[in-house]
Every structure is written in C-alpha cells, then in structure tokens.
Antibody, heavy 120, light 110 residues
Framework: EVQLVESGGGLVQPGGSLRLSCAAS????????MHWVRQVPGKGLVWVSR????????DFADSVKGRFTISRDNGKSTFYLRMNSLRPEDTAVYYC?????????????WGQGTMVTVSS | QSALTQPPSASGSPGQSVTISCTGT?????????VSWYQQHPGKAPKLMIY???KRPSGVPDRFSGSKSGNTASLTVSGLQAEDEADYYC??????????FGGGTKVTVL
C-alpha cells in the first residue's frame, strides 16, 4: 500500500524557515516524481514544487522560486521542502503527492497534509 | 502562472449528471493531453479521479468520465450519488517548469 506521511509543519514567524518532510512507503520511491501542493484552508489547490528521480530535476512555482528548495533522499524514501524567507501568504496546508515516472504524470497518491502557519 | 478557470459551483439531483468545465490556454490544457481531475471531501486529501484527460485509475467508478475540446476540459459525473458531493479540481501539465490547478468546483447533490 502506497503511503505518504508529511511532517515538519508548525508556527513560524515571518522571515523564518521551516523544513517539511514526506516519508514514502509501499512503492519504488526512487523512480517517481514527487510533488508539494499547498492549500489555504477553504481555498483551492496550488502546486508548489516537484523533484524528479535525479535530484537535480526540480521545478518551482513563481511564488516560491528563490525561497524554497526541494530535495530527496532515495535511501530513506523521503523528500523535503525547505522553506526560507517565509511570508504570511505561505500559510497553508502542505500536501506531498506522488507523481509518476514522467514529469507530466498526475499525482495519484497524496499525504494527509501538514499545516504551516506564518505569523508573528 | 494563472490558475485554470472552473465554475465555483455545480449541482444535480441523485441519478442526474453534472458536468464541470476547466478552461485554460494553448500553453496548458490545449497544449497537452495531461489533464487530471481530483475529488476532495472536507478535511481530506485530494483523490485522483481522472488522468490524461479520459483515463480512470483503478477503483474509480465509471460514472466519472473526462473529455477535452480545445482549451477546455470537462469532468462529467453521471448517476450522481450522495457521496459525490465534494470539491473537484482540474489540473494540467503546463510545460517543463509549471503545473496548474483550477480554482475548484463545489458539487452539491440536491
């Protein structure tokens, strides 16, 4: 059974940093694109970032480019979202999701989400 | 990186059909056959319902179907059931460095 478990969310002050983790199990992690998608409570889904099998293959939404980095540890079946220079508008539930072997594949499994609150 | 356009709401009686549209541009929906649809119940994670415009993952009822014409994709739910009441989001591959979601459509079963 495919499982994705996020961790690392919490309350952080504006300008602060946070690292989210997503632990995967039940599939051959190293062969899949992995994504972060966020959702302000009561609002829609917004794609944040993705990382390919090769850690150098990464993409970011314009709203987070230059502030967020994404990485993965295939040995631990875990990928990460490092969030720097956080802003109140980054407040959201952050979901990790599994893509497929190709960048254009849909996200077929999702974690339950971790809440990030940026506030003083 | 503008979002795809969906109607905010749609509704139908049990047994009826409802169709949700998702309008983009030639750089996303119109340019690729990589449109997906997700169902999200309150407080839950999204669930993939349709991928690559028309394909259903294993376990998704065949009451759910997808299509595309030009820059607009559509999700049709036939034979509406109470458990279909949820938010639905479309998504489209938008090139090598982007992925877009729609704003979401709340489906109400009357």
């Amino acid at each position: 059974e495919v499982q994705l478990v996020e961790s690392g969310g919490g309350l952080v002050q504006p300008g602060g940093s946070l690292r989210l983790s997503c632990a995967a199990s039940g599939f051959a992690f190293s062969g899949y694109w992995m994504h972060w998608v966020r959702q302000v409570p009561g609002k829609g889904l917004v794609w944040v970032s993705r990382v390919g099998a090769a850690e150098s293959d990464t993409d970011f939404a314009d709203s987070v480019k230059g502030r967020f980095t994404i990485s993965r540890d295939n040995g631990k079946s875990t990928f990460y979202l490092r969030m720097n220079s956080l802003r109140p508008e980054d407040t959201a539930v952050y979901y990790c999701a599994r893509g497929g072997p190709y960048k254009y594949d849909a996200q077929d499994h999702w974690g339950q989400g971790t809440m990030v609150t940026v506030s003083s | 990186q503008s979002a795809l356009t969906q109607p905010p709401s749609a509704s139908g009686s049990p047994g009826q059909s409802v169709t949700i549209s998702c309008t983009g541009t030639s750089s996303d929906v119109g340019g690729y056959n990589y449109v997906s649809w997700y169902q999200q119940h309150p407080g839950k994670a999204p669930k993939l319902m349709i991928y690559e415009v028309t394909k259903r993952p294993s376990g998704v009822p065949d009451r759910f179907s997808g299509s595309k014409s030009g820059n607009t994709a559509s999700l049709t739910v036939s034979g509406l059931q109470a458990e279909d009441e949820a938010d639905y989001y479309c998504s489209s591959y938008a090139g090598s460095n982007d992925l877009k979601f729609g704003g979401g459509t709340k489906v109400t079963v009357l």
